[in-house]
């Protein structure tokens, strides 16, 4: 049988093998393709999607028309461009849209590795859609809303436990939001001892993610970035060179973007203390260690996780998510405001915390993930959490070992010891040997339903690709998975071209991607497209 | 860099037709023509003429017809494989019959250069043919590198010969092609051959940018790094002291330095500057001992290469002597992230020649990569 | 909370976790057992017992038992009347908002290539598009967590822009915006307010001239501001800006935007503001999603954090593909050296302010907007008819926000709106701590879902309870 490579040619036997033949390995996917008009081009005149109530006759003949009462300078002179269509074109759209995406309920989303694309429970999601969730405003008095107080509450309590720290707070809007939270604290610290103009210098390393650098940047720090020794570890030595009075905190991930844990982050953590500066931690990569360790052991005055990759809520086309902060009870007069407080058996909200560093967002966080989050833990419990850490650091490691079977793929670092919670590999060998990029066999990935990403950005692994399959694939997940990377691997090398003009079976075909860095040709709406390109009769 | 509209690009070709000679039979490299017969006599078959045709066949079947005017050097250095390519060349400059040599490879170039006005020059070869690239037209044309030697440190190379063939037909498309300078380095070919690599940059190429398509470990676009430049010299400059003499190394990270100075830069030399202006230009040892004096200065270096060294490759005139009156603490060492993470976990290095120096200058030490950003590495001697 | 006992077979969630799985993927690695994989992690830094939380409910069944029980002792505001806005509001979200966003290729997917993820790239370019017709501007970013991260970022973007370390902000914005803006803005920035006219409510544009200097960045406003009054001097605040060299910004309502003018038309150089009013429920206040605007001058569009999806050509013709627009100034691309700092936001929200636009057209969003205007006068004029009842900015226009000051009436908002309570109507947002100037005021918020009768019953009971 001929390889897939597309369209399956089909029909050249009138009848087929009985029983049906088996299906191979990797599957012969084609994903949805329909070349689908901008939604304005959809646009019928007249046509209406959703009718808002009309206003009724009693008020109507009471107050007339207000908005012709608005003077030019203030009323919109033409209604907007927006396009028309029947209610049904617009599910149609979307619906097709949808289908042109990928998903985790959809792929062995293995490959999106330090994103923790777990399984999200649909049942979480029912549970969000009660108006008793969905239908809550934020000022109504607490009376009326102790339910999910309470909820928000028990959560805090739950990663109180799960991190060590001693307070928490679920505001922040997802992990990097939960990152500048946390120097938005530290900041607050300082300035609290005097120490705010001295102390201007944050350290971090550039394995953890480009947030930890970009929000100290920020909030007016300045940035100290160490490099991995050869090993792969942040370097004791570089460390104690870059630690002076001048330190205002350390922001590091463990394990780090490469699956590697530090076994000396006691050390790096008290070098840091010693010298006045706070220490915290990136939890972002915590799913493998649930129950096993903690930022609380380490010696950490801070951490952050991110509830859409650890605690399972789904991570929505790039958000919404929800962040975590924790904070030792030194720290906790800094907390962003309101906290949830219990008082006898009446939950409140506190707004009068005078350290605090203020709002850092409208309300209290993305409540419908808190609520998920807490669905999650509550039908896991503590056996459950550690199962799924280990079991997530147990498929980690027999996928690594399966895929350093194939040709042309390497595992930089830690040589012949085990990882954690990802694995950053390098196809190097295989670049070097075919031309062909990493990026190139990811977007070839796509042919098969399925994807990878590479790394942030700079590359100190070339050729990157990682991988973190989390507790929610199976074993033959996992082998499926290996077979679609040992596929595109092998076409590498016996047909570069058709790998780097990949993707074939997708929804498009290979973009040109010269017009988005070009500010004659960059078109973020459909307006600019149109005017830019002439097609704009207006 | 893209043609004016309606005329053909003009494409000059030339070829090392025995570059990589040595490398399949492990002889590493082919400058000499003993080693060429070395190589030869072991059964080595030259392979930069099938890569260049590989180049020229993508270079055919990308570019719109009409759209290509190609010249090419006579015989093995152009003519025969452009005809494998399907590809009409006019035929430009003369060789002897027998085997080819460097000087034939400098003059055909200057010529298409400079008598031919090339828009662009498709060369093939390794990092010697770049070499003489560079002698041949420095910086007046943009040249492309078809990668078929051994040797292939030069980011003038593109990835693949397919790669290089389809940036060629991009600029035959009239594509906006943003140009940079690449780094030229060779090897001393003994050493190398001893198993020591140390690549010396003896000057910089002018080459087409497309991401991924050139040399080097995934490089930030053009955009990126001018962003990245920029940060950096904005820290050095804000934090230069008057009165103090600043040295400044080789190298486009320093030189973005001397721009936001607003003074001119020796890019491959060493130049030298106090309170804004330009004290002294293509320094050597002696000028820069002169330039310090007894006062106080600093040096602004950049890692050189592709190796990590920050002294002793393409810097020789910050010497052992110039370093101790200067002193460690006043060394300011800048690199783009980009650029360290290329070190791959490897440290930075030092080769001053004086044992002593080079020991002071291990250690750690804080690089400067962008505005109020540092990383901290390790150096070593 | 009592630490629970062995469970027994694979948890639903986690399928490798059987022991015959378990241990034939152990034996394929090489490894004796689990703990084997946790070798590099020392154990002075174990915790060494289990986690201390609830016995789990592994059953479906006990778990939504158990998560309903808690939200019984919630009352939503579809079980009573409501009047609470102040930033979240109840508008009418269109069944096709919930369920394109319930749709398990959008909710579950992440960050993958414009190839195997083209919708969601198209979904939030044609959101971007639609809110550029609203806005009448050419550059929208991919949402931004909230509207106050839009309107911190927007600032700070003026600040780059400009070369400028100041701000001067309407004096009527909400004090927890403030808050946000003003921790977000430091340490390197500073906000200055400028007082809002008594009388009407808007930003007094002489003493925002009187404040204005050489080191002023933007002028921030909201239109209509967090009091529900719409700026009618736009212009000449946007001339008092330019004059200076400063950028306007202007941060809006969108919903509003089919009545009023987008501010883009009215001298705005960034127009910002909060997309939960597009087809968001409530939430407890936990939708939301910032916007960014601009017109397409590389100056501004460089200065983005956010992701910016752009479109493109592909190797087909007539195929749209789509790209990431100038990237590389985001922390993606250079870490430290980008702009602020982009993350996961908002992506699903943006996407399903898009659908709501979709279905509410032109004609919809004109609808909304007059139909808000209608219902809101009404309900002002209602509630002033009522002794000792006072309307701050009466004179002024109004879209769905109105501010009342119950001052003469000798009660305090906290009074009025607990016996409001009682009588199952959630009252307005009491405002007597952020605004003391306006007495014991309150802010009351009225959409397209509040019909006559349950204007009527507003003034009805308000009158009951002042009485």
Redesign the interface.
Known sequence: MSEPRGTEPHGAEPVGAWPIGPKPMPRRFHQARWDEPIIFELSQPGSRGVLPPPVEPGILDAVGDPAAALPNSVRRPRSPALPELPQLHVVRHYARLSQENLGVDLNIDVGQGTCTMKYSPKVNDQLVRDPKVADLHPLQDASTVQGILELLWRLERFLQEISGMDRVTLQPGAGSAAIYTNVAMIRAYHASRGDAAVRDEVITTVFSHPSNGACAKTAGYKVITLYPDADGYPELDALKAAVSERTAALLITNPEDTGIFNPRIEEFVRVVREAGGLCSYDQANANGILGITRAREAGFDLCHFNLHKTFSTPHGSGGPGAGACGVTQELAPFLPVPTVELDGDEYRLDHDRPLSVGKIRPWYGIVPNLVRAYAWIMSLGAQGLREVAETAVLNNNYLMQQVLRIRGVSAPYATGRRRIEQVRYSWEELARDTGVHSEDLGIRAADFGTHYWTSHHPWVVPEPMTLEPTESYSRTDLDEYVAILRRVAQEAYDDPEFVRTAPHASTVHRADHGPLDDPERWAVTWRAYRRKTGLDAR | MASPSGRPVRIGLVVNPIAGVGGRVGLKGSDGAEIVARALALGAVPESGARTVRALERLRSEAPAGSVELLAAPGPMGEEPARAAGLPARVVGEIAAGATTAEDTRRIARSMAEREAVDVLLFAGGDGTAADVLAAVGTSVPVIGIPTGVKIHSAAFAVTPEAAGKLAAMAARGARLRVAEAEVLDLDEDAYRRGSVAPRLIGYLRVPQERRLVQARKSPSPAGEALALEAIAADVVEGMEPGRGYILGPGTTVRAVAERLGVPKTLVGVDAVRDGALVVADASEDDLLGFVGDGPAAIVVTPIGGQGFIFGRGNQQIGPAVLRRVGREHVIVVATPWKLASLGGLPLRVDTGDPDIDRSLAGHLRVTTGYGDRAVCRVVA | ?A?????VGA?P?????GRA??E???E??G?SD?E???????P????GR?????????S?AE??R???G???????????L?F?G???Y?H?V?A?C???????????????????????F?????Y???????LEM???N??T?????ASATSL?MASRITGRPSVLVAGSIGR??L??I???L???MTVELVRFSPATGELDPEALRAAMTQDVAAVYVESPSYLGV???R??DIAGIAHDARALLVAAVDPST??????PAE?GADIACG?IQPLGL?????????GFIATH?D?RF?MEYPSR?????????E????????????T????????K??????????G?TA??Y???????????????M??????AM?RLAEIPGIRLPFAGS?HVKEFAVDLTATGRTVAEV??AL?KRGI?GG?DLSAEFPELGQSALFCVT??H??DD?DRLATEMEAVLR
Not at chain 3, 122 to 126: G, K, P, V
């Open positions: 909370m630490s629970d006992e062995e469970p948890h969630y986690i399928p490798n976790s799985v378990r034939a993927m152990l394929a690695i490894a689990i084997e994989l946790y070798a590099d992690i020392p002075s830094l174990r915790l289990p986690l201390d939380l609830p016995a789990p409910l592994r479906e778990l939504v158990h998560v309903e808690l939200l019984a002792r919630n009352t939503s505001t579809r079980e009573v409501s609470l102040a930033g979240c109840a009418h269109p096709v919930d369920e394109v966003n319930s749709r398990a290729e959008f909710l579950t997917a992440y960050a993958g290539e414009p190839y195997e993820d083209h919708g969601r198209q979904a939030l370019f044609e971007a598009s639609m809110m550029g017709e609203l050419d550059v929208v991919v949402p967590y909230d509207g106050f991260q700070r927890d915006k808050s946000k003003r921790d977000y430091a340490p390197d719409v700026e009618t736009g212009e935007l089919g009545v009023l003018r987008p009215w909060e429920h409530q939430h407890f206040g936990g939708a939301n999603g397409d590389p569009v910016l999806f752009g479109i493109t050509p592909t190797t087909v007539g195929e749209y593909g789509f790209g990431d627009v100038a990237y590389e100034r922390s993606f691309a250079i870490r430290e050296e980008g602020e700092w982009v993350g996961t936001a908002a992506a699903l929200w996407i898009g659908v636009l979709a279905l509410m057209g032109p004609q919809g969003m004109v609808e909304l907007g007059e139909g205007m209608a219902r809101t006068r009404y004029d226009h709106d607990a309570l959630f947002k397209e879902v019909t006559k204007l």
